[in-house]
């Protein structure tokens, strides 16, 4: 087993705590884990991304090769887009189709909707929404996590025990609304394949 | 054992508690500020009161190791590349005086600029002091070799340099870790000379450093973080440093490589293995993530031996970190990369976040600066220098921490009045206060901004030395009190904070105004942090 995950979004929208419920679940398998991180300059407001690399065999580098990424999954779709150059050819964009716009030249949405359904294989997904539904929209980034979660090869039980660990400290409520946004996102990607 | 996951930088915190150090001096940068912060939150570091608060800059932490070394007991000086610079003076007599305690600097280089001005090599400083210098490959190798460079300080009696780079500090794995050994007790030097640099015992101790050198290679043979690789194709011997290692490694998953490898992690340069490797290849290339310093000792200034690849010779590029990909190419991998960034995708560079003080300051002072024109803002180091960019384009110049004041001073004496100095907090107390000295002894006709968000924004909101202090500072300095203002940099104060700021700029001598107002991030985490804490009691 071996998947090599690019995590993109804007600063401050928690891709790290994507990064973390997958790599606490793939901990929980015995897989091997390399996590590069951004942290300084680019938080702010910036572009960012993060490596994600599982493995069953030893990892040896902290990135992922270029073209060699299985999945990019974007918290923002013009991130989503950035990162096409590490993709494989049969890769997977899991991404939200809500636009954070904090730069004059942003493009047209519908464009970069148009741009991501030109890619072979995609999944978009209205997060911000889908999260209101469940009760909060700072769930959206749990949502886009369901959604990858039929391409991750790990057992979903893990991946919710993490978003439990993880976001146990704040409360039975907060646990409730997170594990119902991995199970939102999820059902929506299984539709769509 | 349970294998924890950290990132690099943690790694390097966990083995230092581990390995009985009892003291950690730091200042903030990237990529080396989790090292600190680690052990601020570390249960058993408190437990066993390790000293863990951050320094004024990087030089005072230098001093303050060595001082704890003096002393008897282990210590460890954190930094970013740049850090070093600052600490230099102290970094490079601490080889001369040897350390007692042991002794180990960690040095965070930034390859590619990440978070930087510069990409410097850190490893040119360690040659330069002639200190033995460990460069890990991966996260484990960052763990093992913390705990090792305190044991070779010590065996040595020298400061031992840690390098790292971004991608191994910021980069998370398992780790396994090591016995717990205890805390050194207070022990004085045997000699009380020993850190007397006097120019007779200088030269003393100067000669018994250089007389180190061969049992400090020795030390690189035996330890086992160099070791050469046999290979049966001698076309290209390949010299893999730190996390070069792991780039070439992950071109052979799932297959072999053939060429010989010498995997170098510990410097001085085992001279034996290097020509070993040398003498059984037809050429040679190295993979330095980082300056290529050993590709130029290798090829010499002419030239003139076996074929020497790497970043001169264009085969890898002359700047920026080594990826598994410019590596692979280098060995000759074929690359296919994935489709193109599609054209509609606009950059998106940091910026300050939204409520910041520092917008509301900068807006004030463009607008105050409009009668004299743009081009006379010396600017420095943190969240402010963002305000180059758009929106407020405010700024001049960004060179190292402290030089707004000082660049405002030169300015000033060419010609270039009213010239304008922003400089942040944190800042002003890492280097800016002396820099405020010279404007007030040579009553320079600047108006000095100190940007008083009271913490660290930048690096993540560390305690700020400054916090509390500075006007004390600014009238301590020297500053006449009428030339003294503190304004509240929010939208509602703009004409006042705009007026105060243009009646400064028309001052013929040196006028300080310190926009203070909280970090918005600083607050909001407090306010959490309230928050929770009020749930808690309930
Ligand atoms: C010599 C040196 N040390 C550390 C750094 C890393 N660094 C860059 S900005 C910064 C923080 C500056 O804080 P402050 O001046 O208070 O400004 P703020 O970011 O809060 O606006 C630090 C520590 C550096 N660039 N150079």
């Known amino acids: 087993m071996k998947k090599d995950i690019i995590l993109a979004g804007v600063g401050g929208q928690g891709i790290l705590s994507i990064a973390a419920c997958i790599g606490m679940a793939a901990l929980e398998e015995s897989l091997h884990l390399k996590q590069a991180e951004v942290h300084g300059m680019s938080q702010r407001g910036g572009a960012v991304h993060s490596n994600l690399r599982l493995s069953s065999e030893p990892i040896a580098s902290d990135l992922i090769p270029e073209g060699k990424a299985d999945i990019i999954i974007a918290v923002e ?79 979903l039980s893990n991946i919710e025990n993490a978003v439990k660990a993880i976001f146990g400290s704040k409360g039975s409520d907060i646990v409730e609304l997170n594990l119902n946004a991995v199970k939102a996102g999820r059902d929506h990607a299984l539709k769509q394949l | 054992m349970q294998k924890l996951l950290l990132l690099g930088d943690e790694a390097i915190a966990q083995a230092a508690i581990d390995g009985g150090m009892s003291g950690i001096y730091a200042y903030p940068g990237t990529p080396s500020t989790e090292i600190m912060e680690y052990i601020q939150a570390s249960k058993t570091a408190k437990e066993n009161n390790i000293r863990a608060m951050w320094s004024a800059n990087e030089k005072t932490a230098m001093e303050s190791a060595l001082g704890m070394s003096y002393a008897g007991k282990r210590a460890m000086v954190c930094m970013k590349h740049v850090g070093l610079n600052v600490a230099a003076d102290a970094f490079v007599n601490s080889a001369i005086t040897g350390a007692n305690g042991g002794l180990v600097v960690v040095a965070a280089d930034d390859p590619s600029m990440h978070s930087s001005q510069n990409e410097q090599d850190s490893r040119f400083y360690g040659k330069f002091a002639f200190i033995p210098i460990l460069e890990p490959s991966n996260q484990q190798e960052a763990y093992d070799m913390t705990r090792y460079a305190f044991e070779l300080s010590e065996k040595m009696r020298i400061p031992v340099m840690l390098r790292i780079t971004t991608r191994l500090a910021h980069s998370r794995t398992g780790i396994v870790r090591g016995e717990q050994i205890k805390q050194n007790e207070i022990s004085l030097p045997d000699n009380l000379r020993q850190f007397v640099l006097l ?111 790497g970043r001169l010779d264009g085969t890898l590029p002359r700047d920026g970190e080594l990826d598994p990909v410019n590596v692979g190419v280098a060995i000759g991998k074929t690359h296919e990369s994935g489709e193109a960034i599609p054209a509609l995708v606009k950059n998106r560079p940091p910026q ?59 300015a000033a004496d060419a010609g270039l009045v009213p010239a304008v100095a922003a400089i942040g907090d944190s800042t002003f107390t890492h280097s800016g206060m002396t820099g405020l000295l010279d404007a007030v002894n040579n009553n320079s006709p600047i108006t000095i901004l100190i940007l008083d968000n009271s913490t660290t924004g930048m690096t993540g909101g560390q305690t700020s030395s400054a916090y509390g202090k500075i006007d004390d500072i600014v009238r301590g300095i020297g500053v006449p009190e009428a030339h003294i203002h503190v304004l509240k940099p929010l939208r509602k104060y703009h004409e006042e904070n705009t007026a105060i700021i243009r009646q400064e700029l028309a001052y013929q001598g040196v006028s300080v105004i310190i926009p203070r107002r909280e970090c918005i991030q600083t607050l909001k985490r407090k306010m959490r942090q309230k928050a929770k804490a009020k749930a808690l009691n309930i």
């Open chain 2, 352 to 410: 300050l976040c939204d409520g910041c003080s520092h917008t509301d300051a900068f807006l004030a002072l463009n607008e105050a600066l409009l009668e004299y024109g743009r081009g006379r803002v010396f600017s420095d180091i943190g969240c402010y220098t963002l305000s180059a960019l758009e929106p407020l384009e405010s700024i001049n110049s960004c060179v190292d921490m402290g030089a707004s004041i000082t660049m405002a001073i030169g």
């Open chain 2, 199 to 309: 120019p007779a015992i200088a030269r003393k101790q100067y000669r018994e450093l250089l007389g180190k050198q061969q049992q400090l290679e020795a030390a690189s043979v035996e330890s086992g973080y160099n070791r050469l690789i046999e290979g049966t194709d001698k076309s290209v011997g390949i010299i893999a440093c730190g996390l070069g290692f792991n780039y070439l490694m992950e071109n052979f998953v799932g297959g072999t490589l053939k060429n010989p490898v010498l995997k170098i992690s510990q410097y001085p340069l085992p001279l034996d293995m290097v020509n070993e490797l040398y003498e059984s290849c037809d050429s040679l290339l190295v993979l330095e993530d980082g300056y290529p310093i050993i590709e130029e000792q290798l090829r010499g200034m002419l030239n003139k031996g076996k074929t020497i690849k």
């Open chain 1, 77 to 155: 779709p013009m991130e989503s887009l950035r990162y096409l150059p590490m993709l494989n050819k049969n890769g997977w964009i899991i991404t939200s189709s809500n636009p954070f716009i904090n730069i004059k030249d942003y493009p047209e949405i519908e464009q970069l909707i148009q741009e991501i359904q030109k890619q072979p294989q995609y999944i978009t997904l209205d997060a911000n929404a889908m999260a209101k539904d469940c009760g909060n929209i700072r769930a959206a980034n749990m949502i886009v996590l369901g959604a990858a979660t039929p391409f991750l090869d790990l057992k």
